[in-house]
């Protein structure tokens, strides 16, 4: 149980354009899902912090107009990257916490961005 | 600010050894402590996770060991084998949804 996945896995696209990447919890519900990023032999960085039906919370220095995320569902959250620019190319994960197991997160397996 | 330094940064053992991968945190105010593999261009597979009530987690081959107090976690893998080549990642969960990352031990295991 407690599986999280993204689509795509991975994504190559050219610079100004829109990305967004879906994360789902497939066999529970989040009231929470988190979005973080991670640079090349760097670890992961939380970008924000995502509730159901509300607005995101960004952690310094993430530019939200950039960063759109929307979390619609109790299964769903979504990031969508606008404007990509090269310097956007990262590894994206999200994570989410089960509805009354607020002190555990389960990864999805991650999209590779690739911003030519 | 809690911060989680893992050491050492990068290790290679032959294989069948025996080994141990450290990680410490600032503040000993944690909910609970979850050690992460990531193989290259991967995502995260979890390991083991440790509460804060909790002295060690086992599974299979792999350990892992909490002292709140100090700090301090160490990941125990017996018997290594070149499928054991990764990154390990140690994550400190704070509360109020805050996991903090170490930097990780690219970890290397020659046949």
């Known amino acids: 149980g407690a599986v999280v996945s993204q689509h795509p896995s991975w994504v190559i696209c050219k610079s100004g354009t829109s990305v967004k990447i879906e994360c789902r919890s497939l066999d529970f519900q989040a009231t929470t899902m988190f979005w973080y990023r991670q640079f090349p032999k760097q670890s992961l960085m939380l970008m924000a912090t995502?509730?159901?039906?509300?607005?995101?919370?960004?952690e310094q220095g993430v530019e939200k107009d950039k960063f759109l995320i929307n979390h619609a569902s109790l299964t769903l959250s979504t990031l969508t990257v606008t404007s990509a620019h090269p310097e956007d190319s990262s590894f994206y994960i999200c994570?989410?916490?089960?509805?009354?197991?607020?002190?555990?997160?389960?990864f999805g397996p991650g999209t590779r961005l690739t911003v030519l | 600010k809690q911060e989680v330094t893992q050491i050492p940064a990068a290790l290679s053992v032959p294989e069948g050894e025996n080994l141990v991968l450290n990680c410490s945190f600032t503040d000993s105010a944690i909910y609970n402590l979850q050690w992460f593999r990531q193989d290259p261009g991967k995502g995260l597979t979890s390991l083991l996770l440790i509460q804060s009530s909790q002295r060690e987690q086992t599974s299979g081959r792999l350990n892992a060991s909490l002292d709140k107090s100090s700090g301090r976690s160490t990941l125990y893998i017996a018997a290594s084998q070149p499928g054991d080549s990764a990154t390990y990642l140690c994550?400190?969960?704070?509360?109020?949804?805050?996991?903090?990352f170490g930097a990780g031990t690219r970890l290397f295991v020659k046949a």
């Open positions: 995502s509730n159901e039906g509300s607005k995101a919370t960004y």
């Open positions: 994570s989410a916490s089960e509805v009354g197991r607020y002190n555990e997160q389960f």
């Open positions: 994550a400190v969960n704070t509360g109020g949804f805050k996991t903090i």
